[in-house]
């Protein structure tokens, strides 16, 4: 027990509680969460004090709530995270008025110039790390302005919004992560809809890079406050979640060495050269030939971010322990198996029949481990024992319905 570490976060999904699990694995320690309603993820949790507030993403609420908390924890170090886009977005710019806590996370400066995925390309550009071929539109245009000759690729294309944060504050109910465009007029139908929502920012229109759940990678860094890289580590996805709003979550990652994705040294570079202070999360696609992609950068730790941990790196003792500065740079070598969908999902879900018996051999070698199957928070807590179950149960009727099972390679 270190009773003097307390971890503090925005938000309540599975991001806040895989990283109160890490915390308390690590310190022994209690997290507390604000959010603005209560999420079966963190419900009933021992590990967490978890209090709602409506309005805690109203950025003025946001600072006297924590304002507030730490006046009633004075002489604790007080580490504060986000774990939405949101939420990580309102402490960047606003961590310079809560001086009382601890904020690893990057400068407002930089996040005005990383942040927007066209900003971010812009990035990858000048520093050598290939993207999907993309073009950027700042209206609706039309539809003959958008056909595979002028766009340089091939339909079907994705549509996405460049700026995340903004997208999900304008909600409509026809409302996706992403999109697929078949022809020109589809894609002017998505954007348009995107655009009446009242979403301001650009829109990007990108290749489609072929390959299902497992061709996907997720790359995680923690850079200290100094802006040095001390620590990577590699998920190779076997599944995603495949409802309209979770679609690209990850489900279930295996871990791989780093030194197996060449473009990390690329990575690493970018985000010194750019004094990048904080957790940051990649997502990236094998292209076959083509090498391997970057799709976007989170500023924050990934909602998946407990596969870090399983596999011995820790991230509540990355922020403790290595914010502060150093020299050394972790990179994982150890193969793992995390996942929080049942176990069952993982291995019959994913299009990867080797990656399935590497899952299966992972798991019976006893490295494997499920976000929400902790046995402290579990053991006297029938409350969470039936909600971790219900959870898990709706994951296979989530994938029932949306992910048909996929033909094996």
């Given at each position: ?11 309540a ?47 003025e ?14 002489g ?21 008025e ?31 790390i ?66 009446a ?11 489609l890079i ?34 309209p ?28 050269d ?11 696609k ?37 914010w ?6 972790t ?14 999902v ?17 798991k ?5 481990s499920?976000?929400?199957k ?36």
């Amino acid at each position: 027990m270190n009773n003097d570490i307390v971890p503090v976060f925005l938000g309540a999904d599975l991001n806040c509680y895989n990283f109160a699990r890490a915390f308390h694995e690590a310190y022994g320690v209690k997290s507390y969460a604000f959010g603005r309603y209560a999420i079966s993820a963190t419900k009933y949790s021992k590990i967490i004090n978890f209090k709602i507030v409506p309005d805690i993403d109203n950025e003025e609420t946001m600072l006297r709530e924590l304002t507030a908390f730490a006046e009633q924890h004075k002489g604790k170090r007080l580490y504060l995270f986000g774990c939405t886009d949101d939420y990580a977005a309102m402490i960047i710019r606003r961590h310079r008025e809560l001086p009382e806590y601890i904020c690893p996370c990057p400068s407002e400066e930089l996040y005005g110039s990383i942040q927007k995925k066209a900003e971010f390309y812009e990035m990858c550009e000048k520093h050598g790390i290939p993207y999907p071929k993309t073009a950027v539109f700042t209206s609706t245009p039309e539809a003959q302005d958008i056909t595979a000759e002028k766009l340089g690729f091939e339909y079907p294309i994705v549509v996405k919004p460049s700026s995340s944060v903004d997208y999900w504050k304008h909600p409509f109910d026809t409302m996706k992560k992403v999109y697929f465009a078949n022809t020109p007029e589809e894609a002017v139908e998505i954007i348009a809809e995107i655009y009446a929502s009242g979403y301001p920012d650009k829109m990007i229109l990108q290749k489609l890079i072929p390959g299902g759940d497992s061709n996907m990678r997720v790359l995680t860094a923690f850079s200290d406050k100094n802006g040095k890289v001390r620590a990577m580590c590699l998920g190779h996805t076997m599944v995603e979640e495949h409802t309209p709003h979770g679609l690209g979550n990850h489900a279930a990652i295996v871990t791989e060495p780093v030194t197996d994705l060449a473009i990390a040294e690329n990575i690493r570079k970018m985000l010194e050269d750019c004094k990048y202070t904080g957790f940051s999360n990649f997502d990236i696609k094998d292209a076959g030939e083509d090498g391997f992609k970057v799709f976007e950068i989170n500023l924050r730790q990934g909602r998946s971010n407990y596969y870090v941990t399983s596999c011995g790196m820790n991230i509540a003792r990355l922020a403790v322990e290595k914010w502060d500065g150093g020299d050394d740079c972790t990179l994982n070598e150890t193969e793992w198996f995390w996942h929080h969908v049942p176990e069952s999902v993982a291995y019959e879900y994913t299009e990867d029949a080797a990656l399935s018996e590497k899952a299966k051999k992972l798991k019976a070698e006893g490295k494997s481990s499920c976000s929400l199957k902790y046995g402290f928070d579990l053991k006297l807590n029938p409350l969470r024992l039936v909600c971790v179950a219900e959870q898990l149960r709706r994951q296979k009727k989530k994938f029932r319905l949306y992910c048909p099972k996929p033909e094996r390679n």
